[in-house]
């Protein structure tokens, strides 16, 4: 079974600072991997996906993630935080056939002025 | 173009109630999944439907059906609400491949119906 787990529930970060939101995958099988992102009382959007091309991906507002099949990670980056990034981040699992998106439990990104 | 409509945007209802939550998915898309949001949470797979025919379900209770109109719009129904069911309900739909498979995944989400059960 597929599952993802996202580690700390709430990141702070400085404006202009590097942004670090850490994703780590369970999957028997090379999965596809996404980050959505959240802002308050609306839906999901997507972020990024990778679908077993290029190992680091580029997403939109300057996010980029690297899947990383040794470590089982896919961790989400930004180089400089933007008050605009402050939302909730979730990593998500899925497999080609699969008929759901797993999601993990997010992580909700602050950014300090 | 339009994205994935859902209605009502809120309500609230009184346990014991029953509710019925609707979406419309991206024109195109086949394939409409419904996840629920509790508060703090990652959205939880409930079900999936494709080309009006159940393809997948969550772990919940018979209490939640759903189902896929002819035009793709989807209704998702909870009888006998819990204080437990209050949580945001979101819809999304995707460009599934003629299989209903995963193809790439992305699902294009709603801004969801959120539901207060009192």
């Known amino acids: 079974a597929q599952s993802v787990t996202q580690l700390g529930s709430h990141v702070s970060v400085s404006e202009g600072a590097l942004v670090l939101l850490r994703c780590n995958y369970s999957?028997?099988?090379?999965?596809?991997l996404f980050w959505y992102v959240q802002y308050p009382n609306q839906g999901l959007q997507l972020l990024l996906k990778?679908?077993?091309?290029?190992?680091l991906v580029k997403g939109i507002n300057g996010f980029e993630a690297e899947f990383k099949k040794s470590e089982t990670s896919f961790h989400l980056t930004k180089p400089s935080a933007h008050m605009s990034d402050a939302a909730e981040y979730f990593c998500?699992?899925?497999?080609?056939?699969?008929?759901?998106?797993?999601f993990g439990s997010g992580t909700r990104l602050s950014i300090r002025p | 173009d339009a994205g994935v409509t859902q209605s009502p945007t809120h309500l609230i209802k009184t346990r014991g109630q029953h509710v019925t939550l609707r979406c419309s998915p991206i024109?195109?898309?086949?394939?409409v999944s419904w996840y629920q949001q509790v508060l703090g949470q990652g959205p939880q797979f409930i079900f999936q439907?494709?080309?009006?025919?159940?393809?997948g379900r969550g772990n919940f209770p018979d209490r939640f059906s759903a189902r896929q109109f002819p035009n793709y719009s989807s209704e998702l129904n909870v009888n006998a609400l819990l204080l437990g069911d209050s949580a945001l309900y979101l819809c999304?739909?995707?460009?599934?491949?003629?299989?209903?498979?995963?193809?790439?995944?992305?699902?294009?989400f709603g801004e969801g119906s959120r539901l207060t059960v009192l």
């Open positions: 998500a699992v899925s497999l080609y056939s699969a008929s759901k998106i797993i």
């Open positions: 439907y494709y080309e009006k025919e159940e393809r």
């Open positions: 999304a739909s995707r460009p599934d491949t003629g299989t209903g498979g995963g193809g790439t995944g992305e699902l294009f």
């Open positions: 024109s195109g898309h086949k394939s």
């Open positions: 990778y679908t077993s091309a290029a190992t």
């Open positions: 999957s028997s099988v090379p999965p596809y």
